[in-house]
C-alpha cells in the first residue's frame, strides 16, 4: 500500500501540490521533481522494514544459536548481545550496499540506452529508486555475505522465506522498470512519459504484485517443509514400530 501511494503521488498529488500557485502548464516540470520527494519517502519506509526484519532475524538466530549450544534459554541473552549488531552498524551497512547497488542500476541503465550524460540526473534517480526497491532491503537480511547475496539472485536459491520474499520483490521490480520502457517512445504527449517516470511507476506496481508473489511463495516453502518434516517423523515411527514387532 505504501508502494502503490508513492506511485500515485508522484504521477498527481505532489505534481498538484507543486504547480499550486505557478502558472507552468508542463505536468513533466512538477512531476520529475516529485520523484525526490517521493524518494526520501521510500528510503525511509525501506528503512523502517528493514530494520525490523533484521532485528527479528537476528533475535531468531541467537535463540536457535543458544537452544542448540546450551540446550537451555538462560544464555539467550547473552547470545543476543554478542551476536547482534548495533543499530547503527546495520543501517551504515545496508546505506553503503544501497549506494553500490545505486551504482549498479545506473551502469544497467546506461547498457539499456539511457543517457550517459543527457539526463544524468533523471536516470540517477532511476537507480536510486530501483537500489531502495532491491538491494537496500534485502542488505537488512543478508547483510556483507558475497555468498548469500549470489545464491538468492543469481543461482536463484533463497533458503528462508525473507530470502524468497526479497527475491520476488527484486525480481519483479526490475522486470517492471524495463516494462515501463515501453511507452517512453510512444507519440501520447502525456506527462508521465517522461524518462524515466515510466520505468519507476513500473517498478513501483510489480514490486507490489513481487511482494504478492513472495508471500505466495513463502507459503509454498512452508507448506513443504511440514510436509517432509511430518514425512520422517512417520518414517521414524514406522521403523521403531517395526523394529519392535520384530
Not at 549470489?150 to 524468497?164: D, G, K, M, Q
Request: hydrophobic letters at 45%; glycine letters at 6%; one cysteine or more.
Amino acid at each position: 500500500m505504501v508502494n502503490l501511494t508513492a506511485s500515485y503521488s508522484t504521477l498527481t498529488w505532489i505534481p498538484a501540490w507543486l504547480d499550486k500557485g505557478t502558472n507552468t502548464t508542463k505536468g513533466t516540470e512538477a512531476t520529475l521533481p516529485s520523484l525526490s520527494w517521493t524518494l526520501v519517502t521510500l528510503f525511509i519506509f525501506q528503512t523502517v522494514v528493514g530494520l525490523v526484519q533484521a532485528h527479528l532475524l537476528s533475535s531468531s538466530t541467537a535463540t536457535a544459536a543458544a537452544i542448540s549450544t546450551t540446550g537451555a534459554m538462560k544464555s539467550t541473552a547473552t547470545s543476543r548481545s554478542a551476536q547482534s549488531p548495533s543499530l547503527l552498524n546495520v543501517i551504515n551497512t545496508s546505506i553503503a550496499i544501497g549506494a553500490v547497488g545505486t551504482l549498479i542500476c545506473h551502469i544497467f541503465a546506461v547498457l539499456f540506452g539511457a543517457g550517459t550524460v543527457h539526463q544524468a540526473k533523471e536516470t540517477s534517480q532511476l537507480a536510486c529508486y530501483l537500489s531502495l526497491l532491491t538491494f537496500y532491503p534485502a542488505s537488512f537480511v543478508l547483510g556483507t555475505d558475497l555468498k548469500s547475496w549470489l545464491r538468492v539472485f543469481i543461482h536463484n536459491s533463497p533458503e528462508t522465506y525473507t530470502e524468497a520474499a526479497h527475491y520476488c520483490q527484486g525480481m519483479m521490480a526490475i522486470f517492471g522498470a524495463w516494462l515501463g520502457s515501453i511507452v517512453i517512445p510512444l507519440d501520447w504527449d502525456r506527462s508521465w512519459q517522461a524518462w524515466p517516470v515510466p520505468c519507476i511507476l513500473g517498478a513501483f506496481l510489480f514490486y507490489c504484485v513481487g511482494t504478492v508473489v513472495g508471500f505466495v511463495v513463502s507459503l509454498v516453502m512452508r507448506q513443504r517443509k511440514a510436509r517432509e518434516e511430518f514425512g520422517i517423523k512417520a518414517n521414524t515411527k514406522k521403523g521403531e514400530k517395526a523394529a519392535i514387532d520384530s
